[in-house]
């Protein structure tokens, strides 16, 4: 193996082991609260709202995407161009989310993200209702729906509206993920 191949083969190594990180920690707060966390293989409500992915999980879904069969791959590529363009005529394709104060800005990408998430799009790589990239799925899409820090208020949590039915996360702390030191490593790893 030349240098290059080395470098991407380490990285790769490096963000499976982050992602493990993810998945141990998910199996840890679901051991803590019994029968209270719902996200499993299968269940796709958080895959029906949009979300960011980094170049690094992008890169990392094209390699599994690679895997699948050339007539799966060719479905998922127009799905996914079907998506780009309605993406591009909402409020969410606009590129003036990035022109302004940051309140400003934080303002027009709530409205994107709710407008987003009202249409309830699938991703393109749900198929009769799985991921097709199950084993390679984002980070985003391994935390989505279990307790997380509310990105608004840093003393509460949210969850998938599944979870925690009897508990209000906005008035009880119940361990979560350090997203921040998450997104942390991913970031170095990246760079």
Known sequence: MDDLSNRVYRLLSRYQELLSGVDAR????????????????????????????????????????NDLDPETRIRVRERAGAYLEWARTTAWGNPEVIEGT????????????TGMSASHAPCPLLEDGACLLYDHRPAVCRLAGHPLPD??????LYACFKNFEDRDLTQERVESFDVDRLYAVEASLER
């Open 102 to 113: 940051g309140e400003e800005r934080a303002a027009r990408m709530q409205l994107r993200i």
């Open 151 to 156: 990105p608004v208020d840093d003393s509460a």
């Open 26 to 65: 998910a199996e840890e707060v679901r051991e803590a609260y019994p029968g209270q966390i719902q996200c499993r293989r299968g269940c796709t409500d958080c895959c029906h709202q949009p979300f960011d992915i980094s170049w690094l999980e992008g890169f990392y879904l094209w390699i599994g995407l």
